[in-house]
């Protein structure tokens, strides 16, 4: 890994390979997912929280398959989804900061980074910049992808603050049936505690409305449905092998 700013005098005859590549990365059971990004993942991926030991203290996983290694949402090297995790969509690009005089301010902005080492920087895949100058449209996406990723994590700091704070996180175990012979267990994983949600007062709902949180919380938890669409793409998946 060699990461640096990603210039156009430095970078100008860079390209991305943007297929779904098990040597990318992209054929894993579960991504990162931001809660800047829920309202999109909402709607094709399971979502659950993994406790970790590093603030916010936890972390959000889109679930996109059963089995190690496994990816649902990717055929003939292309995703089906409508909408890729913004930790994978982002390829080799990463978000840099750049610190304020005194250095501990808040980032007076933020740069684009590449990785030169990545293993999608191939000569047929898409440009970064144009041949006569000017970004590319693939790298106009990524900018977005990349403000999809400094938003969630400074909102992510909020959301698991507060619903630590309001006890509204359980740990859950959820069994999936295949088929009968064939079951997968989700362990160690939380989600939104409905009751303890439902019961909230009015004070605790206005605080929630405010900080832009309820909107997450109702998709966290309409999120779950979607391991019957997980269960469907491994039946398609077991039928035609």
Request: aromatic letters at 8%.
């Amino acid at each position: 890994m060699a990461i640096s700013i990603l210039t156009s005098d430095q970078h100008r005859s860079v390209a991305v390979d943007t297929r779904a590549r098990p040597e990318y990365g992209d054929m894993v059971n579960r991504a990162v997912a931001l809660s800047s990004e829920f309202n999109e993942l909402h709607r094709e991926y399971p979502l659950l929280l993994r406790k970790t030991a590093e603030a916010p203290g936890f972390v959000a996983h889109a679930i996109l398959g059963f089995e190690k290694d496994e990816n649902l949402f990717v055929e003939n090297d292309r995703w089906t989804a409508t909408h890729v995790p913004a930790t994978l969509a982002r390829g080799p690009f990463s978000v840099g900061y750049i610190r304020g005089e005194d250095g501990d301010s808040a980032p007076a902005g933020i740069r684009v980074m590449i990785d030169d080492q990545h293993p999608r920087l191939r000569k047929e895949g898409l440009p970064v910049f144009l041949p006569l100058g000017g970004e590319s449209p693939y790298l106009d996406g990524i900018k977005r992808v990349l403000q999809t990723v400094d938003a969630g994590l400074r909102a992510d700091r909020v959301l698991y603050r507060e619903l630590m704070a309001m006890d509204l996180l359980e740990e859950v175990k959820i069994q999936i049936s295949v088929f009968p012979e064939l079951r997968y267990d989700f362990s160690g994983y939380h989600t939104v505690d409905q009751q303890k949600f439902a019961a909230l007062n009015a004070e605790q709902l206005l605080r929630l409305h405010r900080l832009g949180l309820l909107g997450l919380i109702y998709f966290m938890i309409s999120s779950l449905g979607n391991f019957q669409k997980l269960v469907n793409l491994k039946i398609l998946r077991l039928q035609s092998v």
